[in-house]
């Protein structure tokens, strides 16, 4: 593949930095509104299955080209944390159509990191869901988007009236499932890789087996995940798939899947969830005080594209914002000690 179908390249609009701001305050805003007189919770992936303990361990024979970053030592194991959640901004039932999450804290990483005010932290944060798109193409429509949720039913029926692919990815992704510890997950955004840009992928290795419950409770994925991790350890592959072609595989438009028939996704690490027990209370609240964020990140891996750049601003900002409404401090994990 020739360097000029190939472009790690950004390009903000003119209008995107005002638009992340005016993101920024209407989530809160509604993060204020939807949790009066309660703790206040992150805007989205709120409701959280459960966080649990993991290795993240890079493939012993990773290829030279991909030994970047924390996958440069091959056969390297990281410990981790991860949290399952659902995306709604509510706390809802488990059988509500949702996009579920799967953040992954990396912890033992060495080297500066991005965020300046977390540069000697050693957490490395990689965001993925159960879904290949983005919703929007870009911070404006997403801004868009989340001005007429949190509008009237006219603002809404004048949104998706116009947005048709909006509709159409939102319907695609909002599923029910059995069990998040059996669901594929993907990136949806690109990420450095080095000075190549890729999107994430982490692949159960096993193939899903549980089923809808006949009669299912509000927290029924927390109960599957209760019941598999009593019995049995959790293997996903963690992949990555590279871009081959700036047109087909573009940075800036994330509600646009990347080809597999262009770039298939490469195994560089195994994700090791052991056999445990996490439903404690203490664990709840340990996990409720995390913050994950795709800049917790090494330069090598350093987040691409307009609503990763909104994510920068947003989720510090959420996160700050929440954590001192709740009164509790914001610190990264050095281990699993809660």
């Known amino acids: 593949m020739s360097d000029s179908k190939l472009s790690a390249l950004e390009s903000p609009p003119a209008n995107e930095a005002q638009c992340i701001n005016d993101l920024a305050a209407r989530l809160q805003a509604k993060i204020v509104r939807d949790n009066a007189g309660g703790p206040m919770r992150r805007d989205a992936h709120p409701k959280m299955h459960?966080?649990?303990?993991?290795?993240?361990?890079?493939?012993?024979?990773?290829?030279?080209?991909?030994?970047?970053?924390?996958?440069a030592e091959p056969g390297k194991t990281y410990p981790a944390w991860i949290r399952f959640s659902n995306q709604d901004g509510t706390i809802q039932p488990d059988i509500n159509a949702d996009i579920r999450g799967m953040a992954?804290?990396?912890?033992?990483?060495p080297g500066d990191k991005l965020l300046e005010a977390e540069r000697q932290e050693r957490t490395q944060d990689f965001i993925v869901i159960s879904t290949p798109v983005f919703v929007t193409r870009d911070v404006e429509e997403f801004d868009d988007l989340?001005?007429?949720?949190?509008?009237?039913?006219?603002?809404?029926?004048?949104?998706f009236?116009?947005?048709?692919?909006?509709?159409?990815?939102?319907?695609?992704?909002?599923?029910?499932?059995?069990?998040?510890?059996?669901?594929?997950?993907?990136?949806?955004?690109?990420?450095?890789?080095?000075?190549?840009a890729v999107k994430y992928?982490?692949?159960?290795?096993?193939?899903?087996?549980?089923?809808?419950?006949?009669?299912?409770?509000?927290?029924?994925l927390r109960e599957a995940m209760v019941r598999q991790l009593?019995?049995?350890?959790?293997?996903?592959?963690?992949?990555?798939?590279?871009?081959?072609?700036a047109a087909a595989m573009p940075i800036e438009d994330p509600s646009i899947e990347w080809p597999e028939a262009l770039s298939t996704f490469r195994k560089v690490a195994?994700?090791?969830?052991?056999?445990?027990?996490?439903?404690?209370?203490?664990?709840?609240?340990?996990?409720?005080?995390?913050?994950?964020?795709?800049?917790?990140?090494?330069?090598?891996?350093?987040?691409?594209?307009g609503i990763n750049r909104a994510r920068k601003i947003v989720y510090a900002a959420i996160s700050t914002f929440r954590h001192a409404q709740n009164g509790v401090p914001r610190r990264e994990p050095v281990d699993w000690t809660i």
């Open 50 to 71: 459960g966080l649990v303990r993991a290795e993240f361990i890079v493939e012993p024979d990773l290829p030279e080209e991909l030994r970047i970053g924390v996958f």
């Open 104 to 109: 992954i804290k990396l912890m033992g990483v």
């Open 146 to 159: 989340i001005k007429a949720l949190t509008g009237s039913l006219w603002a809404k029926l004048c949104f």
């Open 161 to 196: 009236l116009t947005h048709w692919h909006v509709a159409g990815n939102l319907l695609r992704s909002m599923k029910k499932h059995a069990n998040p510890l059996q669901l594929r997950y993907w990136s949806t955004t690109p990420y450095l890789l080095g000075t190549r």
């Open 201 to 220: 992928s982490a692949i159960p290795r096993a193939p899903a087996t549980d089923t809808i419950p006949d009669s299912p409770g509000d927290d029924y």
């Open 230 to 245: 009593a019995r049995k350890e959790v293997v996903y592959d963690f992949a990555v798939q590279l871009q081959t072609d």
């Open 270 to 305: 195994a994700i090791r969830i052991p056999a445990q027990q996490f439903d404690s209370p203490a664990q709840r609240v340990f996990g409720e005080n995390l913050s994950f964020t795709p800049w917790h990140s090494l330069p090598e891996h350093r987040p691409l594209g």
